[in-house]
């Protein structure tokens, strides 16, 4: 095994309904989109990949409020907005790491194994969570791949063939964590081994490919999944 690699959204922390769907409201609010997405819509929206291609999604499905040529302006100032409403929500500190996240990160780091967080979320959004939630310590271990770095998003495998190239890995010497059935696709589609950790919106997707299927990585008292199993993973 030659590194970790994990997904951001829903796999350091599950911030997709109670972080990225607020950050989206609020910025309609403030722009005053007539729009509000709800826990079940932004959980239809969730199957595309990336922000600014869920609110093309939602508008192509339900109606533009402004005419073409504004569209790709409206949705570039849109996602700065929201981009800098959910950085205040991670940097309060309310969204918390999922079970077994900085355990697992720290037994990585402690066999010298590299680690990388591969997501399509922004950039500096990814970087947040890793270095507030994380820790500046365990941050100056993870390479973070995010945002625009790749033109074909999940579940396309670019940004897990990224992560192989700039690191010089063996995508088969790999173990990726993810929650999603995008996710998993674009890790299988690298070569790369996958464990899935089903987050709040992913219970229900298919996970056929996935090498294991957990709920969370899990802190001792209760069943975890150690740097040993993950290792296990590659054949």
């Not at 508008?59 to 409403?85: C, M, N, Y």
């Not at 950085?87 to 590299?114: C, F, M, N, Q, Y």
């Amino acid at each position: 095994m030659q590194a970790l690699i994990f997904d951001c959204d829903g796999v350091l922390v599950d911030t997709e309904r109670d972080g990225h769907r607020v950050a989206f409201n609020e910025t309609f609010s403030q722009l005053g989109w007539p729009v509000q997405w709800s826990v079940e819509r932004y959980g239809e929206l969730l199957t595309t990949a990336g922000g600014k291609e869920r609110t093309r999604r939602h508008f192509d499905e339900t109606g533009w409020p402004f005419p073409e040529a504004e569209r790709e302006a409206r949705i570039a100032q849109s996602h700065k907005v929201k981009t800098e409403l959910f950085l205040k929500l991670i940097e309060s500190g309310k969204l918390p790491l999922r079970p077994g996240i900085s355990r697992t990160v720290d037994e990585a780091i402690a066999a010298g194994i590299k680690i990388a967080v591969c997501s399509t979320s922004n950039e500096r959004a990814v970087q947040a969570v890793v270095d507030v939630m994380l820790g500046n310590e365990r941050a100056k271990h993870i390479t973070v791949f995010a945002g625009d770095v790749v033109a074909k998003k999940k579940p396309a495998p670019d940004i897990y063939l990224l992560a192989a190239k700039e690191l010089k890995l063996d995508p088969a010497r790999c173990v990726v964590i993810e929650d999603s059935n995008n996710g998993l696709r674009a890790a299988k589609g690298a070569g790369m081994n996958c464990l899935v950790t089903i987050s709040s919106y992913t219970g229900e997707e298919d996970f056929t490919l996935a090498d294991r299927v957990v709920s969370d990585l899990g802190d001792p008292p209760g069943p975890t999944v150690a740097l040993s199993d993950l290792k296990r993973l590659v054949k």
